[in-house]
């Protein structure tokens, strides 16, 4: 009896040490580089998002006239742009919203048709119109409404807001707080709603050819599911069947102390 304590004991502990471990290559990102070679290339395309109706967008006006400027760009006074993005309400409050009928109403240059561009050929469209009305203006263009989800294994799972023209599946995450020790870096789901359907794209962070994955970048309203290990659950209950057995293991010692008592009595 004795013996088979001891067993069960030293399975216990290893069931915990190894049960419990996640390997420094399971946690690591795109592990199968070259790392022989200083430089590498991969060449990748970058997909370019059409604007949608709803979306929002940003236009930020600059002229060397600074009342052109304040009517150009509502809110924003001679701070410039950067004040704009101090708060996320504020950016929606001066943001244009594409129109039903595909259009923008910018100050001074009405109506511009921006439905189904990319936001290089929205920014090359009010060029074209300013030129008409205004002298070597410079002028920025943003997509507000540039919104992802990411969601399962990650510290800080949600929907965020991105204010740049392009996001790699790889900053979403790292805007979600990263990876749990509990995710699955070797099955990342992306999910990309359309006007002609849904497509999903299964993505490995570990393997290299990510760099050339269609999910690689993020368009609007994606959504990033990172799935568990499938130790989870096990690593998960450790503590408690740990709990379990070592309670069972403690009452079959004091069992056997008060079996071999009794007989030494007797």
Known sequence: MKALVKLATIVIVAIVIFGSCTSQKELMYLSNLDTTTVQQFYPMTRPDYRV??????????????????????????????????????????????????????????????????????VQKAIEQRAKKYLKDAVINVRLLSFKFTVVGEVNRPGTFNNYNNQLTVLEAIGMAGDITDYGNRRRVLVIRPTKEGTYTFHINLQDKKLLQSEGYFLLPNDIVIVEPIKSKPFQLNIPTTSLIITTTLSTMSTLILLINFLNTSN
């Open 52 to 121: 949608q109706y709803q979306d929002i967008l940003y236009v930020n006006f600059f002229t060397m006239n600074l009342e052109m400027n304040d009517l150009l760009n509502p809110g924003s006074g001679s701070s410039g742009s950067s004040q704009m993005f101090r708060e996320e309400s504020t950016t929606y409050i001066y943001g244009y919203t594409v129109s039903d009928s595909g259009t923008i109403s910018l100050p001074i240059l009405g109506e511009v048709s921006v439905y189904g561009l990319t936001m290089d050929e």
